[in-house]
């Protein structure tokens, strides 16, 4: 079920801690888009610039893989240096949500936030600079990632174990943004499901509601494939 559900005054301390942890998250995007993540940048890392600025299409130049969401969100930015950090910055922040959000998504109640917020400082402090640019600045993982957890997040019962249809569709149309972003993201997502499901069943959690939250995930982290 979703974090609180049924405790309102826990719903809204959820909210909170989610609201202060998106602004820390989006805080560090902001510096380490202005710093010195750019000087890996390449060839094949400035064609989305490219897109949004000359031509833009549903993919990448001359692939059908790796949706360019972001180039269009970036085309009214016309100028390429602002373009480019718009673009970077989005791609930064929705890497480093990726992060939290799977945490949330693993842990449930526990204490997701400080793991999240503890595995995003880690991968900033301590991976290699060359793949933390790949993840976070050129390659759609962190992106697609981001998009289908939220997705997943939107779709959970709210308060009241109720789930209303605008987040259903809410979550579903992330979902799908995933998977044209990265058709693989469902395969990730799928493996994810089956696992969280067997570790619900392993804690002693009710194998009935156990399966049903897996067919849940399941079929929407694989919406949109085919």
Same mark, same amino acid.
């Given at each position: 079920g979703a974090l609180?559900?049924?405790?309102?005054?826990?719903?809204?301390?959820?909210?909170?801690?989610?609201a202060l942890l998106l602004g820390a998250v989006a805080l560090a995007a902001l510096l380490v888009d202005?710093?010195?993540?750019?000087?890996?940048?390449?060839g094949d890392s400035i064609v989305p610039v490219l897109v949004s600025l000359q031509r833009w299409t549903p993919f990448y130049w001359d692939q059908e893989r790796y949706g360019m969401l972001v180039p @269009? #969100? *970036?085309?009214?930015v016309r100028d390429p240096l602002a373009n480019l950090l718009?673009?970077?910055?989005?791609?930064?922040?929705?890497?480093?949500?990726?992060v939290v959000l799977l945490s949330r998504h693993v842990l449930g109640r526990r204490d997701w936030a400080a793991a999240g917020a503890l595995a995003?400082?880690? @991968? #900033? *402090?301590?991976a290699p600079e060359a793949w933390r640019?790949?993840?976070l600045g050129d390659q759609p993982y962190g992106l697609s990632g981001a998009l289908a957890l939220a997705g997943l997040a939107f779709a959970e019962p709210g308060?009241?174990?109720r789930r209303p249809a605008w987040r259903l569709a809410a979550g579903g149309l992330l979902v799908l943004a995933a998977h044209w972003v990265n058709a693989a993201v469902g395969v990730a997502l799928g493996a994810l499901a089956v696992a969280?499901?067997?570790?619900?069943?392993?804690?002693?959690?009710?194998?009935?509601?156990g399966r049903s939250r897996l067919l849940g995930d399941a079929g929407r982290a694989a919406a949109g494939v085919g």
């Open positions: 609180g559900a049924g405790r309102p005054g826990a719903a809204v301390t959820d909210r909170r801690r989610a202005l710093g010195s993540f750019h000087r890996l940048e390449h @269009l #969100l *970036a085309l009214p718009l673009q970077r910055g989005a791609m930064v922040l929705c890497g480093l949500a990726s995003a400082a880690a @991968l #900033l *402090a301590a640019f790949e993840f308060p009241g174990g969280r499901a067997a570790a619900d069943v392993r804690g002693g959690g009710d194998r009935a509601r």
